[in-house]
Nanobody, 123 residues
Framework: VQLQASGGGLVQAGGSLRLSCAAS????????MGWFRQAPGKEREFVAVINFSGTSTYYRDSVKGRFTISRDNAKNTGYLQMNSLKPEDTARYFC?????????????????WGQGTQVTVSS
């Protein structure tokens, strides 16, 4: 599967953005999808994951209650709705897919990655 992330931009603190991850291939509905982010000089970190059917999700603590991960398998697209954004959310955001449909958080466990989209939150 090939992934294309989009929707990033510049937003003020407290604002919202919705990231999209468009997937190619007919088997996207079998994959779980994760979002990661990487700030300059830092390691890429887990943000959220959704299972293949969209019935289970998991978030890092710092985004719980602010971010919502979802997917539309009919459109082969996943989403990350980000509300109440903070300057510390500034990073390049990447979507990733796992062909086994697992709720996994390790970046080394994902075989498929999109190119990333930049999110900048100003104070």
């Amino acid at each position: 599967v090939q992934l294309q992330a989009s929707g990033g931009g510049l937003v003020q603190a407290g604002g919202s953005l919705r990231l999209s991850c468009a997937a190619s291939g007919r088997t996207f509905s079998r994959y779980s999808m994760g979002w990661f982010r990487q700030a300059p000089g830092k390691e890429r970190e887990f943000v959220a994951v959704i299972n293949f059917s969209g019935t289970s999700t998991y978030y890092r603590d710092s985004v719980k209650g602010r971010f919502t991960i979802s997917r539309d398998n009919a459109k082969n697209t996943g989403y990350l709705q980000m509300n109440s954004l903070k300057p510390e959310d500034t990073a390049r955001y990447f979507c990733a897919a796992d062909e086994y449909g697992r709720l996994i958080r390790g970046r080394g466990q994902y075989a498929y990655w999109g190119q990333g989209t930049q999110v900048t939150v100003s104070s």
